[in-house]
């Protein structure tokens, strides 16, 4: 008699054979087409039904909701419906990663309470649904948003080490597609390779959020070295794809940073697997 394997282990292997032959922003995006689609089953690869089979989903925090007007009374300024619509244009992955969207509002909105000096940033653009977030908290905040990217994909001096396996990837972007989507109300793009990029930054810059989506362990490394002595205290600082399992260079290149930090991480429950950091106020 043959051995039975669960549907979870099936699944598991799956996905190992995926992560080895496929880009692994393919996988994810049809993963969440398919389930959209209901053509797998969303609760055994997310939290999408409980255990009676009933919808799940991740209601809007109550502050922009039921206490909405509670929110304005006290001097709330997101304008929540238009930084949702370019967080979720023409994304699929993005539609069902609200958790993700929900964390940088509610980011905006404690910078914003407690006064945080300093602009926003952004390493590893793409095609600009998280930039699109943090251009519109800078253009309601008087800030400026730095967007920075290949806008060409990943680099193969980058595949070194723990991504020595890794291949080149997220190519279909362009510096010119992300500008005319993201805008340039107070909002400068840099191209190129980081650090090296790095000179066209203010020498002065100090920093309130900065987002750092590169993937891979070396350019993640250079960003905290460059960033975290720039921001401002209090300060957020965003890590994709931490505990995704994708790239295990991120994970690495976070925990070897933080390891002698006062700082610790804090996972987030976006489908990727981010981090944040709030830089101390008080200390080294």
Not at 39 to 53: E, I, K, M, N, T
């Given at each position: ?96 990663d609200m ?27 793409y095609r ?130 933080f390891a ?25």
């Amino acid at each position: 008699m043959g051995r039975e394997i669960s549907f979870n282990s099936a699944l598991a292997t799956l996905g190992e054979y995926l992560l080895r032959r496929v880009p692994a922003a393919y996988v994810r995006t049809a993963v969440a087409g398919l389930e959209r689609r209901g053509l797998l089953p969303s609760g055994r690869l997310g939290a999408g039904v409980g255990p009676d089979g009933e919808a799940l989903s991740a209601a809007i925090p109550q502050r922009w909701a039921v206490n909405r007007p509670l929110y304005e009374k006290r001097g709330g300024t997101l304008d929540f419906d238009d930084l949702l619509a370019g967080f979720v244009k023409d994304s699929e992955t993005n539609r069902s990663d609200m958790a993700r969207f929900y964390a940088f509002c509610l980011m905006f909105d404690q910078i914003t309470k407690e006064g945080i000096a300093g602009d926003v940033a952004e390493l590893g653009v793409y095609r600009g649904h998280t930039a699109t977030l943090l251009a519109g908290f800078a253009r309601r905040s008087n800030r400026r948003a730095w967007l920075l990217d290949t806008f060409e994909g990943f680099r193969d001096d980058d595949f070194v080490g723990v991504d020595a396996a890794q291949r080149v990837q997220f190519t279909d972007t362009s510096l010119e597609a992300v500008r005319a989507f993201v805008g340039e109300e107070n909002t400068t793009y840099v191209k190129g390779f980081f650090p090296e990029t790095a000179v066209h930054l203010p020498a002065d810059g100090r920093y309130c959020l900065v987002h750092v989506d590169c993937d891979l362990h070396k350019p993640i490394a250079a960003a905290l070295d460059y960033f975290y002595p720039r921001m401002t205290p209090g300060g957020f600082l965003v890590i994709h794809d931490y505990a995704s399992l994708w790239w295990p260079g991120a994970e690495q290149a976070v925990d070897e940073f933080f390891a002698d930090k006062p700082e610790s991480v804090v996972p987030m429950p976006d489908i990727s697997g981010s981090v944040v950091v709030r830089k101390a106020k008080h200390g080294p």
